[in-house]
């Protein structure tokens, strides 16, 4: 299914091509803290996200990002600092926002067409074709003709994208996820995904909690680590291949990988190599190093089936930064000790 | 960002008033629950006796009597065979009320009119004083129901009435064993007056004590005519009725804010609209539920007041009393409700943190009596100005009271009412926008005090 196209009867409004940040602040926090009870959630955390941006918030569990996410919608207030949101509060500006929560939640009873429509009216959408635009995101949404069941009668899948539906219905500015993929089979993340590039694209600023790094790289321009309260990383996806990419190649020879991997070492192509399942060889090239030279004497040596740069990987960087985060509180509760 | 169209603040309150209000009044659990059932109710209570009365067992069988003048019989069987009047069972009912339950359904159903019963009953007469001995024979051997020995001496008017002899298996019931004792005193007695020669309507009437037509008069010089019964139907009616619709809408109030909750559709709304948005949206939803119901119960009432002509009984001064104190009421319980449902997760939960609330509810119910026999008196005043009974006692008084309540009271506790309610509502708000967001451990008390002050 595509989201980047629609019907020119289409009451859903059509999605332009991917557009770019603006440049202007959607969300700015400023030295934000949340504490509940003994435990300090959020310690200070100050960001900016642009408009038109597609924002990651990472994190493990219990990180702060929910809590986060929660006074950005001024569904809670922080102890301190300042949140502004699309230039005012947020609470000013409930109706230009979508927000799904962690916890999913609708009315059982209710009929779908009409939950949908109850949230849609309470966001400012005029009664007038709301129910055709209800039916006619319903069939997006691969879920024709459900407008008239219960909630109840759904599937967990199904229901999950009612709320998905309920949170953009309004064509809203600024698109809060809190793990929208939390759940979903294959298929209906895909779908997910989908939307939310096309969210994107319409114009909207999203940001997403997700513990997903493949589908967080994969989508986002902007991703945040929050660690126990604490921005750890705050970085465009550019920006993290700069800092991150590892000057490597990533090759699978044709001939025996071992001896291809000893003669790129003593040719002086790369400083290290080592040998994986599946017959490639990881190649760390010399800081200066030209990769593109590197690839050539490596085709040199012997035939490729394949050949790449190796590239950063956000696994990895959440996996090192979380535990070095970690690693420094502990040592800091040492020295506090 | 272009301008784009936006929920007005009093737009989202009645857009979530309206929900509430449609998915709980326009529903058939509600039409069923608040309608038919007080209905059904009604109708069951009203065709009670009636149903009762089929399973009234007939009276079947001989009575002997050993009666020596001949004239005890015939009497006593024209009586057995008339039943008593609707009003000859009240008297007797106020006479000697019924202690068991059989009686009292008996007395019920005599007094509705509806004692259809079969009785074929052949009456024996037995002239030998010594046909006694016979008598017990008979009814051990089952042939008889019941029988009689009535003395000469019985029937001698100058004389005292002692107890006569009645002989009954032990199988008769006590419902049997009532209708032939009437039967036999009353033929009895109306042959000792007939003996005497005074004639029987007239000892009736010198017998019959008058009743008074009671009127009130006030220091004030106003007068109003007093009827007991009345005194206490009507201003119980007036508080049942408030505390009915009030206490039902409050309910659904609670169980709703638990299932969002529970649900986890609370956050989702607090996306759309605020805490406060959202409490007064739910309490104006659900004072038009508590509304519909009291005009419901309530024009039932007064259209069955209109129907036998009583409708001098509620004066539109009352009327306008109960709409008063009804919105007071309503504030001040849904706010305690609201506060409650959104400090836990669960019913379950719930019931702890209620328990109190209903104590605070059950207080007017329970001076409903004292309240009325002396609405001007000390307990009456002063319960009239505590929160959050001062609605339910402020209608008793006023609607009990035959001389007039001071307006300075009525005044007073009408502004310290609604002063109380807005505190209360204020303190609920609180306690509400703190709540929804909270999982797991239910608050204590003092820890919902504590809420309503948090930053």
């Not at chain 1, 922080?78 to 999913?104: C, F, H, N, T």
């Not at chain 2, 008069?217 to 007093?226: L, M, Y």
């Not at chain 2, 508590?290 to 069955?304: E, N, R, T």
């Amino acid at each position: 299914m595509s989201f980047g196209t629609s019907s020119a009867s289409s009451s859903v409004p059509a999605a332009p091509s991917r557009a770019r940040p603006s440049g202007n602040a959607a969300v700015r926090i400023d030295n934000v803290m949340k504490r509940f009870g003994s435990v300090q959630a959020v310690k200070g955390i100050s960001l900016e996200i642009p408009e038109r941006s597609l924002c990651g918030f990472l994190g493990p569990n219990g990180a702060g990002k929910s809590t986060t996410i929660r006074m950005i919608m001024s569904i809670i207030s922080p102890d301190s600092g300042s949140v502004e949101v699309l230039g005012s509060s947020a609470l000013a500006m409930k109706d230009r926002i979508g927000y799904l929560p962690e916890e999913r939640g609708l009315y059982r009873k209710m009929k779908v067409g009409e939950f949908v429509g109850y949230m849609a009216k309470l966001k400012g959408v005029h009664p007038t074709g709301l129910a055709r635009r209800i039916d006619d995101w319903l069939e997006r949404l691969a879920l024709p003709g459900v407008s008239k069941r219960r909630c109840e009668e759904l599937s967990k899948g199904q229901q999950q994208r009612i709320q998905l539906l309920a949170s953009i219905i309004h064509a809203p500015d600024l698109l809060i996820l809190d793990e929208p993929f939390s759940g979903l089979d294959p298929i209906n993340g895909r779908l997910v995904t989908d939307l939310i590039r096309s969210e994107q694209a319409r114009g909207a600023t999203i940001i997403f909690s997700t513990h997903q790094m493949h589908t967080a790289e994969a989508l986002c321009d902007k991703v945040v680590l929050i660690n126990k309260g604490d921005k750890v990383l705050d970085a465009t996806l550019a920006e993290l291949r700069a800092k991150h990419d590892d000057r490597g190649l990533v090759c699978e020879p044709r001939t025996d990988a071992r001896t291809f991997a000893d003669a790129a070492v003593a040719r002086g192509i790369a400083t290290a190599a080592r040998t994986n399942d599946g017959g490639t060889v990881d190649l760390d090239l010399a800081p200066g190093t030209d990769a593109d030279a590197a690839m050539r004497a490596a085709l040199e040596i012997a035939p490729m089936r394949s050949m790449a740069l190796r590239r950063m990987n956000l696994d990895d960087v959440f996996v090192e930064l979380v535990g070095k985060s970690d690693g420094e509180q502990k040592k800091g509760a040492r020295i506090d000790a | 960002m272009p301008e784009r169209p936006q929920q007005s603040y009093f737009g989202k309150i009645f857009l979530i008033a309206w929900r509430e209000f449609r998915h709980t009044a326009l529903t058939k659990g509600f039409i069923f629950g608040a309608v038919a059932m007080p209905v059904l109710m009604f109708g069951v209570i009203g065709l009670m006796p009636a149903l009762l009365s089929k399973e009234v067992p007939a009276l079947v069988g001989t009575i002997v009597v050993v009666d020596p003048s001949g004239t005890i019989v015939p009497r006593a069987k024209a009586i057995l065979e008339k039943p008593p009047t609707a009003k000859e069972a009240m008297e007797e009912f106020a006479k000697n009320p019924p202690a068991d339950t059989g009686s009292q359904i008996n007395a019920a159903s005599e007094m509705a009119g509806l004692g259809a019963q079969k009785i074929e009953v052949t009456w024996r007469v037995e002239k030998a004083p010594d046909a006694v001995d016979g008598i017990k024979s008979e009814l051990k051997d089952g042939r008889i129901l019941a029988g009689a020995s009535i003395g000469g001496e019985l029937l001698d008017p100058s004389k005292d009435a002692k107890a006569f002899e009645l002989y009954i298996p032990s199988s008769l019931s006590p419902k049997h064993v009532k209708q032939i004792t009437r039967a036999l005193r009353q033929a009895v007695a109306d042959e000792r007056v007939a003996r005497s020669g005074v004639d029987k309507e007239l000892l009736s009437r010198l017998n019959n004590p008058p009743d008074p037509t009671t009127t009130r008069v006030s220091p004030k010089g106003t007068e109003a005519q007093e009827n007991t019964e009345l005194r206490f139907i009507v201003p119980g009616a007036f508080m049942f009725l408030l505390w009915i619709c009030v206490f039902t809408s409050a309910n659904y109030l609670l169980t709703t804010t638990i299932e969002e909750k529970s649900n986890k559709v609370m956050e989702v709304l607090l996306a759309a609209a605020s805490p406060m948005q959202l409490l007064a949206g739910k309490i104006l939803g659900y004072s038009m539920v508590s509304a519909v119901m009291l005009v419901m119960y309530g024009g039932l009432g007064l259209a069955g007041l209109s129907a036998v002509a009583m409708m001098d009984l509620v004066p539109p001064m009352h009327i306008a009393y109960l709409v008063i104190f009804f919105v007071m009421a309503y504030f001040m319980v849904s706010s305690m409700m609201a506060a409650v449902g959104s400090a836990v997760s669960d019913l379950r939960e719930a019931q702890s943190l209620v328990g109190p609330v209903m104590m605070l509810l059950i207080v007017p119910l329970m001076l409903w009596m004292p309240i009325i026999q002396n609405p001007n008196g000390t307990l009456a005043t002063v319960a009239g100005f505590v929160p959050p009974a001062i609605p339910f006692v402020m209608i008793l008084r006023l609607t009990a009271a035959t001389e007039p309540i001071p307006l300075w009271q009525t005044a007073l506790s009408i502004v310290w009412g609604f002063a109380c309610a807005f505190g209360m509502l204020w303190l609920a708000a609180r306690i509400f926008r703190v709540g929804v967001l909270m999982q797991g451990k239910p608050p204590t008390p003092r820890e919902l005090i504590k809420w309503a002050f948090v930053k």
